[in-house]
């Protein structure tokens, strides 16, 4: 028989009274992930998180190996952090003093830096790095123009665009200026991406016309005037 207990797991909100405002945290209780059987009163996750580890900042580009003066390194450092903003950074010790409650991540022994840009990529190619050619028009007619070719399929794209994106940030890559297909379904999948992850992306249909079968070129998918922000 099966049993007649059952003990639900979530996200719990609980109201002892009614709001007298939006910011009236004191009329309910609430708990992202309550422990089975824990007694006492719940608490509201932190919106603050301080993050702790080695911490390195450039202010400036390396004129050489042993340029030190162009970059600042904290052994144990910490980032204080608010609705995703950085509120302060420095020591751990110092930070920490000025926290509250703020929810502590311990990352040491890693290291605490800005995100990397890169500067020329190609989000279509995403499947095809590292494909072998003998030559780069043999690469381009074997690999490259038959993968972009399936970026005229919106569903083929946003499901590439997603595989993109989670490449870049598992590389500590944040920012990007990429090339997209000749369709308008790849550029829009990769701007609606990087719009879900709040990420600040650069990008575009590519232009050609010549040297490139007629489903790739531009002759066929035309430049048009449609804008992303």
């Known amino acids: 028989m099966p049993s007649d207990r059952l003990l639900l797991r979530g996200r719990l909100l609980t109201f002892s009274a009614e709001p007298q405002s939006p910011d009236d945290t004191s009329a309910y209780v609430a708990d992202i992930d309550r422990t ?20 390195l900042t450039f202010s400036a580009e390396p004129q050489s190996p042993d340029d030190t003066s162009a970059f600042d390194y904290i052994e144990d450092g910490a980032l204080l952090i608010e609705n995703g903003l950085i509120l302060r950074r420095g ?11 703020a929810e502590i991540i311990d990352h040491r022994p890693k290291l605490l830096m800005a995100g990397f840009i890169d500067t020329h990529i190609h989000f279509p190619q995403v499947q095809i790095v590292a494909s072998w050619g003998a030559q780069l028009l043999d690469w381009l007619n074997t690999y490259t123009f038959p993968e972009e070719t ?22 500590g890559t944040t920012t990007a200026v990429a090339y ?24 575009g249909k590519v ?12 002759r066929r998918n035309p430049a048009t005037t449609t804008r992303r922000t």
């Open 36 to 55: 089975p059987g824990q007694t006492g009163p719940f608490s509201m996750p932190s919106d603050r998180l301080l993050l702790r580890g080695r911490l």
């Open 91 to 101: 020591s751990y010790c110092e930070v920490v003093a000025g926290a509250g409650d």
């Open 150 to 171: 399936r970026f005229s399929d919106e569903g083929h794209a946003a499901a590439m665009a997603c595989r993109f994106f989670d490449l870049l940030t598992d590389h």
């Open 180 to 203: 997209c297909s000749v369709h308008k379904a790849s550029a829009e999948a990769y701007f609606e991406e990087a719009e879900q992850r709040n990420m600040r992306m650069i990008g």
């Open 207 to 218: 232009l050609m016309d010549r040297n490139a079968p007629d489903v790739c070129a531009t």
